[in-house]
């Protein structure tokens, strides 16, 4: 296999294993004011995410740098067409992170309600706005033939984008939810239950939209097969959930979240970034990618590092894997 389909696929990994993670943790931080009545149940909602957000975000950052160093060109067309988009997701996740951070420094309730507000809209605006950039590349952009993005901010907010960002923020309401009832009791567990039922019948039809329109758009028979399996491991996800099975929950919507990705990246590939304007301005992986030294060096690199983060990470999930009990 060329190097440049190695890092294309390695991309598609980072991209794939970041929604998994951080989709549960934006999505309880999207919900824990709503499921959580008073501060004992908000802190507990808080509690299961507190070990692991910021590890979950390592995905980002190496799919970032990957991105930089193993296709310069895609970086650069993505970050000068998608600036205020990107810009907009970075502001979210540092109030996130902020807010997270010192939420439970003081003990003032006005203090707390602004730290929830950004947590709210620090996990909310970066989930809408991942759609809507996914949607993006799926559909393609105006690129000139320097591959120079020509549109405008409004351009990016086309109806297939927006329907991307609106599946991406109900999809991971569901995978939070349904994360919440994993690893909480009670009743806070039976609320998280409910409303993951609720919130995935709604995911559910969204999902299914966009996933037909984005393979109607450029899927493949591979990437078709991905997205039915997506839909199907979404379903028994909400089965399961109904079962009050929710470790079996999680796993289906984890593998639906992972398996959508992977079959939007299958579709795209060999290109990175479509031409609407023109299919000849069309960037593909062989045109933005580094020197075959520079990937051969990453590739190095990374067989050296990556599983140091894979045991890393899976240990803090052993560590913290019991429920969080709700205290006064």
């Known amino acids: 296999m060329e190097l440049t389909t190695v890092w294309f696929v390695a991309i598609a990994t980072l991209w794939t294993g970041y929604f998994v993670l951080e989709g549960f943790d934006f999505g309880v931080g999207m919900l824990y004011r709503v499921l959580g009545r008073d501060e004992p149940e908000r802190r507990a909602a808080i509690s299961t ?100 993005y020509v549109g405008s901010l409004g351009t990016l907010l086309n109806p297939f984008a927006l329907l991307g960002g609106l599946t991406f923020v109900a999809v991971f309401v569901t995978h939070g939810a349904i994360f919440l009832a994993l690893r909480t009791t009670d009743d806070l567990r039976l609320r998280a239950n409910r409303l993951a039922t609720r919130a995935g019948a709604v995911a559910a039809v969204l999902a299914i939209a966009f996933l037909v329109w984005a393979q109607a758009l450029r899927g493949d028979t591979v990437s078709v097969g991905l997205a039915i399996a997506a839909v199907v491991a979404f379903g028994g996800g909400l089965v399961a959930n109904v079962m009050r099975r929710e470790g079996w929950a999680f796993a289906g919507t984890t593998f639906a979240i992972g398996l959508s990705v992977v079959s939007l990246f299958v579709a795209l590939f060999p290109d990175v970034m479509p031409s609407t304007l023109d299919p000849a301005s069309t960037l593909t992986t062989v045109e933005a990618a580094s020197t075959p030294y520079t990937l051969k060096v990453m590739t190095i690199i990374t067989a050296i590092f990556f599983p140091m983060v894979l045991l890393y990470q899976g240990w803090t999930y052993w560590v913290f894997r019991k429920r969080v009990m709700v205290t006064a």
């Open 49 to 148: 995410i507190g070990p692991v957000w910021d590890g979950n975000e390592v995905w980002l950052i190496m799919a970032g740098a990957a991105t930089f160093a193993a296709f310069p060109e895609w970086y650069a067309t993505l970050f000068s067409g998608f600036y205020l988009p990107l810009f907009a997701i970075l502001v979210g996740l540092i109030l996130r992170g902020v807010a997270l951070e010192y939420r439970g420094k003081r003990d003032d309730p006005v203090w707390r309600s602004r730290m929830d507000a950004m947590i709210v809209a620090g996990s909310l605006l970066p989930a809408l706005l991942w759609g809507v950039a996914f949607g993006n590349i799926v559909r393609g952009v105006p690129l000139d033939a320097e591959h120079e």
